[in-house]
């Protein structure tokens, strides 16, 4: 198995447990009508953290026992494959944001009735999770398809 495959399947398995489970928590509080912002930022903060130090620790360890070059140059297929996932992780992260973006008047709406008192900052907490929410189904499709792509290959 290729570096980059080995970081693609690391990605995906320590982005869908944290995330989920930040996600699952932001989403949970929003429809039992308890956000608070301070709690929020602070699980974001502690999921950006542990993702970053379980990301470069296990991909450390995997260079390291594979015996692998951690910053090699993309041979020819992998530059194929990266250029794929680029494409496709691009193109799916422009049409979520217009989704986005495009709901974000009726979503507004919908804030505003269920939190009269504090909607707007509501309202700004569920637009940056949206998002955030879009940035990582990309990038987790963007992943994907480096698997896909040297599974096939292989």
């Not at 447990?17 to 009508?33: D, E, T």
């Not at 989704?99 to 939190?115: E, T």
């Amino acid at each position: 198995m290729s570096f980059r495959e080995k970081a693609a399947w690391i990605a995906v398995f320590t982005t869908l447990p944290i995330w989920g489970y930040y996600f699952y928590v932001v989403w949970s509080g929003y429809w039992a009508l308890t956000l608070d912002r301070q709690n929020i930022l602070s699980l974001f903060l502690i999921c950006l953290a542990v993702t970053v130090a379980i990301l470069l620790g296990l991909n450390l360890l995997s260079a390291y026992l594979g015996k692998h070059k951690f910053g090699a140059d993309l041979d020819e297929l992998e530059r194929s494959i990266d250029a794929r996932a680029n494409e496709w992780g691009a193109r799916l992260l422009e049409w979520l944001a217009l989704g986005v973006a495009a709901a974000s008047p009726w979503a507004s709406g919908i804030i505003a009735a269920a939190y009269p008192a504090s909607a707007v900052p509501v309202v700004g907490i569920v637009a940056a999770n949206a998002i955030l929410f879009v940035v990582l189904v990309s990038q987790i499709v963007h992943e994907l398809i480096h698997i896909i792509g040297r599974r096939v290959v292989s």
